[in-house]
């Protein structure tokens, strides 16, 4: 008697071969934050795989920012910064999407111009030649400049000479 049988059954699990789907953002445009030449922005990317529940999402900056990026708020520096993200799942497979994310800085410089001169000039001899101090100018990012519509050290005749001073940024 001791008779026994045995089945064998052979389940085949095919291996997962299907990327997972990945969602970034549209591209955007931000203004600069108030005195930064940066600006904060939350891209919020999502993958979602077939077998891996939490799909690994990893985001590299080319560009004006350059780096990898947390899923989370990151700085993005002035300028035009491609972001590329990979989403990989547990076997491996990969999927990728990009967004541009474009800063610019719409904050205006601030001048400050030197004091009104008065110059006391003998028989109008036509004019003489002045010389004034700079402008300050300040920008919440380097590289702002000035222009003024006279330089210091010309010739100024006689009369109200105004000196208009711009920056620019």
Known sequence: AG????????????????????????????STDLDKCTAKYNAIVIA?????????ITCTATGATIGGIANSAFIYNKGVTEVE??????????????????????????????PNQ??????????????????IVSDNCPMSTFNCSKQSGE????????????ATD
Do not use: E, R
């Open 85 to 114: 993200c990979v989403a990989t799942d547990d076997y491996g497979n990969k999927s990728i999407c990009k967004f541009t994310v474009t800063v610019k800085d719409q904050q205006l410089p601030t001048i400050i111009c030197p």
């Open 3 to 30: 008779c026994t049988a045995s089945d064998i059954i052979q389940i085949v699990v095919p291996p997962d071969i299907t990327p997972p789907n990945i969602m970034c953002p549209p591209d955007i445009t931000l």
């Open 155 to 166: 010739f100024l005749t006689c009369g109200n000479n105004i000196i208009v001073c711009t």
């Open 48 to 56: 979602t795989d077939n077998c891996d529940q939490d799909p690994k």
């Open 118 to 135: 008065v110059h006391t000039i003998p028989f109008c001899d036509g004019g003489k030649i002045v010389t004034f101090s700079n402008p």
